[in-house]
């Protein structure tokens, strides 16, 4: 499937996908309406790779003003053709979005269908906006405290290495010209490798990374975090993975007070998700350890800390690797529990790419009276319409009263709804078709004879009442015929039982013998008058008229 | 002359009307058509375009023969007109799939320019295959069709385009409907441009085409009338200005051309030789320069010579 192709013909012999009506009734204005309103669809659900186009969302949904009379939401999301390149062609027209649309009927057949309902969300030209940036930016923030390398239960757990070895394969999965800078961290931030686009001078840089003291002995996620943030904001970077074993553990931090600690949690996250804003930084973030350890645990990982930034950011959960679940897998097992924390790693970094690189970005104007703020869960449908098929994206909203911010959920992708474009229609339907509008053809092919046919009749009608044969006391006796008038003499003034024709423009009513008025042209002499009427021949005939 | 008046059914906007009625039911055909027909690649395209484009045709050049009632005109002019449909729709539909293909990440409206303009393309052949073979100058049929493909290639883009095709009734309707609008524009649009820019014309004052306009205006063209001249007569093949229903009237009766400044009537050899009457206002002729209500009487046809004052000055 290419996306030059099957624009118009498709239309005429391959019957291919679009919108649809659903009903037609008789009459072409209802064609029009019905093709114009109604946006159900129908197709064939069917696995990515079939449909040939898969449809990948880059990060979350980005809600915008929603405490002002111009709500948006915002995401950011690629399309690949079935052989992983990307595909460019999608335009604003293809879009369409809707607040509790229903959900498709999916038949046993497998067929789908969109039963019409929920509130549209207008799509307008500028709304999809197709990035095509080309080379992005990313900043990796590594904790490098002591607790990345350690001894449990006699057995050396290096969580270095292993975030190493993933980051490895992820800057290989980066683009050529996409540049990257390496922040570590333990009590204080500091770049191991500066902005650039080699990602062999990178490895290199994470290669000789190594823990270093005293320094490790704390770990200051906050202040690094806010680092990471504004070196990214002065360099263009709008993209930070943060790795992290634990929690905030400075001096500072452990001297507070326990009952202050929570509200010092929440105001750093609210500065550092400000900053973030300001800069247009999203951060992903990766937890290692337990998070249901007490803090006081060394295996502790702060994920609430974590979830909380990446959602004010990146509008999505943190990442976590689960390490007691990891050892209880592989028990007696290092080599096995190292490669599966390497996989791990290598999965996470993998699917955060995915958010860097996008090529559309879609805004979202939602009419703001029909968006409900009543704390219940809606759902927004997202569908992109491409030749063949069709890409869902769905995705949740809960808006509270008295709330500037709605809760929304993570972009999630729906299956395909596919059309078969070999599908030919119904012999049987085409030719119903062809009946119908060929039949209404020939009835307007009918209607001028039968106008026609029906001011004949008017005119004989008219003309039967208006030629009359004199009778003894008519008072046209004696009256002169407008074609010939008096200086022709009395012999031609109209008597007894000539034929004559009575001009029926009531205004007129001029006596016309009737040769002269077939004379005329078939009208009446009178100038200020001209009021025409055929005379049946067979009557011109009788009366001895040579036509 | 109104219809009331005139009894005919070919005058004025009444033919304005069949032709588009025609066009829509030539719209109709081609979409039944390319409905049924499955192929793929360029080749699909030639083929769709050909037959929509010669269906069209058709419709919109056998109007003057279903008129008159001669098999022999629809052959000729629905077959000319159905040729030069073919050839159109078979150049315009790849050609424009092409330039549609190279604005696939355009706005829609650039896309819905680039597909109108593939209907102006394929109107305006059609258009053109009525000038060459009728009694218009080509680039009124020419300009003819090109606004009726933008107005019903407008239409097909609005509406077809945007409306499924899974074989349903109500979907079928639509892209038919569409299709056929499509043709009816084209053909509605050539009558139009030709009647309305005609620069001469012959009205048919009695017999079987009571009431009927005879567009002349190829053959009193200064350029064109002297080349070629317009045969009055009775052959059904031959004849461009054909009187049926009349004896009196030989398959090749007179002509009307440009000659010496002048349009001019001229009785040909035959007619001359069987002393057919050929007259111009009741006087015998065998060469006469017309002017404007002229009544010419072929046979016992009698016809009246109208011509657009404004434009001859």
Redesign the interface.
């Known amino acids: 499937m290419c996306?030059?192709?099957m624009?118009?013909?498709?239309?005429?012999?391959?019957?291919?996908?679009?919108?649809?009506?659903?009903?037609?009734g008789m009459f072409?204005p209802l064609?029009?309406a019905?093709?114009?309103t109604d946006p159900a669809?129908?197709?064939i659900q069917t696995p990515s790779d079939q449909a040939g186009f898969s449809l990948k969302t880059a990060g979350g949904i980005e809600p915008y003003n929603w405490g002002t009379a111009n709500p948006i939401m915002r995401f950011n999301f690629s399309i690949e053709r079935s052989d992983r390149t990307l595909f460019?062609?999608l335009?604003?027209?293809n879009v369409r979005a809707a607040i509790d649309e229903p959900e498709p009927i999916v038949g046993q057949d497998g067929r789908v269908t969109q039963p019409p309902g929920g509130v549209a969300i207008p799509i307008h030209?500028g709304d999809l906006q197709?990035t095509s940036a080309g080379s992005v930016s990313v900043m990796l923030v590594i904790d490098g405290s002591g607790s990345m390398v350690t001894q449990r239960s006699g057995q050396s757990i290096d969580k270095l290495s292993a975030a190493k070895a993933a980051i490895y394969d992820f800057l290989d999965g980066l683009h050529a010209d996409d540049k990257v800078a390496i922040i570590a961290f333990d009590d204080a931030p500091r770049f191991i490798f500066a902005l650039n686009a080699s990602k062999s001078a990178a490895k290199t840089a994470v290669a000789n990374f190594a823990i270093r003291q005293p320094g490790a002995k704390y770990t200051a996620l906050y202040d690094s975090m806010k680092f990471a943030v504004e070196k990214a904001r002065d360099l263009g970077v709008h993209h930070i993975v943060f790795l992290t074993d634990g929690m905030e553990d400075t001096l500072r931090f452990n001297r507070l007070d326990p009952s202050h600690k929570d509200a010092y949690r929440l105001e750093r996250e609210r500065e550092i998700a400000s900053l973030a804003h300001t800069g247009d930084v999203h951060i992903y973030t990766i937890g290692i350890g337990d998070r249901n350890a007490k803090p006081s645990d060394m295996a502790f990982v702060d994920f609430d800390t974590l979830s909380r930034i990446s959602k004010q950011t990146a509008q999505l959960d943190a990442n976590y690797v689960n390490l007691p679940k990891l050892a209880r897998e592989n028990q007696n097992n290092p080599a096995g529990f190292h490669a599966s924390l390497v996989a791990q790693l290598k999965s996470i970094l993998t699917e955060i790419s995915k958010a860097f690189h996008f090529d559309y970005t879609l805004v979202l104007r939602p009419i703001r009276s029909t968006l409900p703020q009543d704390g219940t869960s809606h759902m927004v449908t997202v569908v992109c319409s491409l030749e063949k098929v069709q890409l869902p994206v769905r995705f949740s909203f809960v808006w509270s009263r008295g709330s500037d911010t709605p809760e929304i959920s993570a972009p999630h992708v729906g299956k395909p709804i596919f059309?078969k474009l070999?599908?030919?229609?119904?012999?049987v339907?085409?030719?119903?078709?062809?009946l119908?509008?060929?039949s209404i053809?020939i009835l307007?092919?009918l209607i001028?004879?039968l106008?026609?046919w029906m001011?004949?009749r008017k005119?004989v009608s008219v003309a039967n009442q208006a030629v009359i044969t004199v009778g003894d006391r008519s008072p046209h006796i004696g009256k002169e015929c407008p074609n010939e008038l008096s200086h022709l003499g009395r012999d031609y003034l109209i008597k007894k039982g000539d034929v004559i024709v009575v001009c029926p423009n009531p205004e007129c009513e001029t006596a016309h013998h009737v040769g002269c008025w077939h004379l005329g042209d078939d009208m009446c002499w009178v100038r200020t008058c001209k009021r025409?009427v055929p005379i049946d021949p067979m009557l011109l005939d009788a009366q001895g008229v040579e036509d | 002359m109104s219809p009331a008046r005139s009894g005919s059914l070919t005058g004025g906007a009444n033919r304005i009307y069949y032709y588009f009625v025609l066009g829509a039911m030539g719209g109709l055909v081609g979409w039944y058509f390319t409905a049924m027909v499955t192929v793929a690649g360029v080749a699909s395209q030639v083929v769709l375009g050909g037959l929509l484009g010669a269906s069209i045709g058709l419709g919109a050049g056998a109007f003057d023969g279903i008129a008159c009632g001669s098999m022999a005109r629809i052959v000729k002019f629905g077959g000319t007109s159905l040729l030069l449909g073919l050839a159109a729709g078979a150049i315009a539909l790849p050609l424009v799939q092409t330039l549609y293909g190279s604005v696939s990440q355009a706005d829609s409206v650039t896309r819905f320019s680039i597909g109108t303009l593939c209907w102006i393309v394929l109107g305006g052949l059609i258009g053109l295959g009525e000038g060459v073979s009728k009694g218009s100058q080509p680039w009124k049929g020419l300009l003819g069709g090109m606004i009726g493909g933008a107005l019903g290639g407008g239409i097909y883009e609005a509406v077809g385009r945007s409306t499924a095709s899974t074989g349903s009734v109500a979907e079928q309707s639509v892209l038919a409907f569409a299709v056929s609008t499509l043709g009816g524009f084209i053909g509605s649009s050539v009558a139009l441009v030709t009647t309305v820019l005609k620069d001469a014309w012959l009205v048919i004052e009695n017999g079987k085409l009571a009431g009927t306009e005879i567009n002349i205006s190829k053959y009193v063209h200064r350029d064109l009338g002297s080349r070629r001249a317009g045969i009055i007569g009775s052959s059904q093949w031959d004849a461009n200005i054909y009187l049926p229903g009349d004896s009196d009237v030989l398959p090749k009766h007179a002509s009307i051309g440009y000659r010496d400044g002048a349009p001019t009537l001229t009785a040909l050899p035959l007619a001359i030789q069987r002393r057919a009457k050929t007259l111009v206002n009741g006087r015998p002729v065998t060469v006469w320069p017309l002017s404007n209500g002229d009544r010419l009487q072929i046979g016992s046809t009698t016809l009246q010579y109208r011509q657009n004052l404004k434009k001859r000055g």
């Open positions: 996306d030059t192709d624009k118009i013909d498709s239309r005429l012999a391959r019957q291919s996908p679009k919108l649809s009506c659903r009903l037609l072409l064609v029009f019905a093709a114009q669809v129908q197709g460019n062609g335009a604003p027209g030209p197709i059309y070999d599908q030919k229609a119904n012999p339907t085409l030719i119903t078709v062809c119908i509008f060929f053809l307007m092919a001028p004879p106008l026609l001011a004949k005119q025409y």
